[in-house]
Every structure is written in C-alpha cells, then in structure tokens.
C-alpha cells in the first residue's frame, strides 16, 4: 500500500461533497476548518448543489472527485459530511486515474464505500477521520492532534490510545496483524455482493455505526459472517455504537414485536462475532463521537486483543 504525500502549510485542498447536502453554515464551516489547519480550500460545485436526498446529481457528484484527483494543484480532498449517496457513485468513478493520482482523502461515515473502493481497487492509503463541517477550531485537542499526525506526516502513527477513561475490551484474545480496512458497518453491508464489497481476506476488519437499532446491527453483522466476511480475516475492531439502542417501548407503534424484547450489542457480539475466534477488541473510540482517533485505513496494523493494544506500522 502506498502512503500518498502529507499534506504541507500552504497546500490547496478540494472541500466535495459526495453524500448529502450541505446547509450554507455547514460550508462556511468547512472553510474555516481548512484554513485552521493552514490550507487553502478549493470549494468545489458539488458543496452547493441539492438534489432531494443528495448534493446533487450522481454525474456531478462524482465529477466533482474524479476532477480533484486529476487536478495537480490539489495536495488533498476532504468529504464535508456524510449522510447517504456515495454507493450510487462507484460505477462513475475513475478508479484507474484515482490509482496514478494518490494523495490524502479524508472523511467518514458514508465515506466507507469509497475508502475501500480506493484502498482496494487503487492501492493507497486513506484517512477515516473527522470532516470539516464539525470545525476544527473548536475541536478537542486529542481528535485534532490525531487528525494532524496522520494528514501530515509520512510517518507511521505507532501505537495509538484511546482518551482517558475509554478502555478498550478485549471479546476474544490474542495477536494478529495486518493491513486494516472497514469503517461504516451500514456502507459495508450496503455493498455485498457487489464489486465493490469488502475483501477482508488476511486484513484487520473495523466497525462503528450510529443510531441503528440492535436488531438491525444483528442483521449486518449476520449479512457479513454469511459472506464469508469472518471467516478469512485476520482480526476484528468494533468501534463505537452511538446510539444504538431500542427506543422506548412507548415510542414505538403498536403492535411492534420488535419492541417486546431485545438483545444487547453485547449480546449480539457474542453470539455473532466472537465465534468466528478471531483477536477482537470493543470499544476503539473512532466513529460517531468525540474525541475520536483518525484511522489510516489500508495501513499496517498489529492488534494484540488481549491487552488491547494497536500499532500501525
């Protein structure tokens, strides 16, 4: 895997937007993110389009990102949010112009799809990392500090910890190693089956999601182990469920037999995850919360489950 050039002061950066729409604030956000970090941003269309769901078309969408890749003058290309809209660009994008133009690509959320569509099908690293419409300025200093390491360094990150006061679980012990690939359970579900679906053969699998009931985390999990999806990897990562919880029953319509009853993550990690045997954690603090660490997905990663330790190399 190669690790595309750091970022360096000065730099123009594209601000796109390959999911949702964005609010005007949202933007302004976005640039003043940027030019914190000592950038210059390039706004490009796709920021201030709206298509219902979707910052505009899919042909404009995945314009804007095969145009930032190409484009010289561009050092790096930060998603400004998520929401939904990148599966419906994988068939228009330019993965081999994107191979012979490597340089940092940040985001997460419904970014998954095209961090591993870029980590598999271009061969470099990416950055699963917070994106600019929550305003660097006044983010915590740990989710910054773990931002800039990874963005501006060609360096490896080394061992990384989680903040204070967030143990990592160990649900199956032991020692593995190798490259780390994943990030949305929703997006990675969302493309099975297709050619664009995770490969975690001899690869380091990580998770997160938000606001999705557990029934349905048991559904996506479920989906993956009858993939195949556990049974050739070399460990697993389960990051942070933010909100994923059942509603209160009295929230719920009326004769719901999903709300009669249900199962904890934990439970379902037991049942579905932990008898695949292989070195897994809980708990790794990147996804939907704060402070979170920024993952350079494709990278070499050696997890030791027992102790719950993590080094990328």
């Known amino acids: 895997m190669k690790r595309p050039i750091p970022l360096s002061e000065g730099d123009k950066v594209a ?27 390039v706004v490009f269309p796709s920021c201030t389009k709206h298509h219902g769901y979707l910052a505009g078309k899919d042909a404009d969408r995945a314009k804007d990102l095969n145009a930032a890749f190409a484009d010289k003058s561009i050092k790096g290309i930060f998603c400004l949010r ?67 390491d990874n963005l501006f360094s060609d360096k490896p990150v080394g061992e990384v910890f989680n903040p ?6 160990t649900i199956v012990p032991g020692v593995c190693e190798g490259t780390v690939i994943g990030g949305n359970l929703s997006l990675l579900h969302a493309t099975l089956g297709s050619p664009y679906a995770v490969d975690t053969k001899g690869k380091i699998i990580f998770f997160e999601d938000v606001g999705e009931m557990p029934y349905r985390i048991d559904r996506m999990l479920t989906a993956l182990a009858l993939a195949g999806k556990f049974d050739d990897c070399a460990g697993i990562i389960l990051g942070t469920f933010e909100g994923c919880v059942m509603p209160d029953i009295e929230t719920v319509p009326p004769n719901s037999l999903i709300a009669e009853g249900s199962l904890t993550l934990a439970q ?5 995850v932990k008898p695949f045997n292989k070195p897994t954690i809980l708990n790794f603090r990147a996804g939907h919360i704060y402070p979170q660490l920024t993952i350079p997905m494709g ?15």
């Open 82 to 148: 998520g929401g939904y809209g990148t599966t419906r660009l994988l068939n228009l994008i330019d993965f081999e112009m994107i191979k012979n133009n490597p340089k940092v690509f940040a985001g997460y959320s419904d970014i998954t799809s095209l961090h591993v569509a870029i980590t598999q099908k271009c061969g470099f690293i990416t950055f699963h990392s917070p994106m600019p419409n929550t305003r660097y300025r006044q983010m915590d200093d740990f989710s910054l500090k773990s931002l800039k």
């Open 299 to 313: 990278s070499q990663l050696k997890l030791d489950a027992t102790n719950g330790r993590l080094v990328f190399s």
């Open 164 to 169: 204070t006061g967030e143990k990592i679980e």
């Open 15 to 41: 601000l796109i937007a390959t999911s949702s729409p964005l609010p005007d604030d949202n933007i302004e956000r976005g640039i003043d993110s940027i030019r914190f970090l000592g950038l210059e941003p």
């Open 268 to 272: 379902i990690f037991d049942e579905v």
